[in-house]
């Protein structure tokens, strides 16, 4: 068993305690915290996988995967923070209007 | 030998990174609290990426390969933080409190069995 193998059965099982807590999770921002640590997690797989499999071209992905994540992380935290996805970032800018 | 030392390299790099995983992932289902859990989300995973990627790195060499996975790590670094501190502040400005086991003004919290036993 290499340690690509190894990694990638940690990556998974710490996968799978994560999607435990965003189903139980009480609130949504226990949600938004476990599928933000899920997505990390799959960039993490997608890299050992295709080392895995002798095609590193997958890392191409993991980096589109790693923008995508932080993206949606924001975009979702601000929909909740201002029921909203217009306006800027801050307080202030959305009470201009 | 040059091989070996690098394959020993790559094996507790990436077991380390694998302990960190399973710490971050055990942290997130046994904390009692949503800032404890994002505690255990968003400071383990960053350094776990880096152990990880470094083990590959050492496999790859001095390739294309390697300048993708610093590109990874560096972006990883500056938006793991960013996306945990705003994770944080959206959830303290929703109006959920942390959980404080007798050290606040209201008294012991109901929700905790470890303020009862200290009573």
Redesign the interface.
Known sequence: MSFFTVTAIAILVSVALALTRAILGPTSYDRILAVNAIGTKTVLLIAVVGFMNGRPDFLDLAIVYALMNFIGTLAVLKYFKFGSLRGGLSRFHGEEK | MMELLLDIS??IL??T??AF??I???G??RFPD?YT??HA?GMA?TL??FL??G??AL??GFTL?TV??V??VA??FI??P???Y??AQ??F??G?KPVVDGFGDDGPDENSNTAKVKD
């Open positions: 790559t094996w990436m077991m990174g694998c995983l399973l971050t992932g055990v997130l289902l949503i859990r994002i989300g995973d776990a990426t990880i990627f083990g590959l496999q790859s390969v993708k996975l590109f990874i972006f990883i938006t793991s960013t996306a945990t705003a994770l959206a959830t400005i929703a959920l």
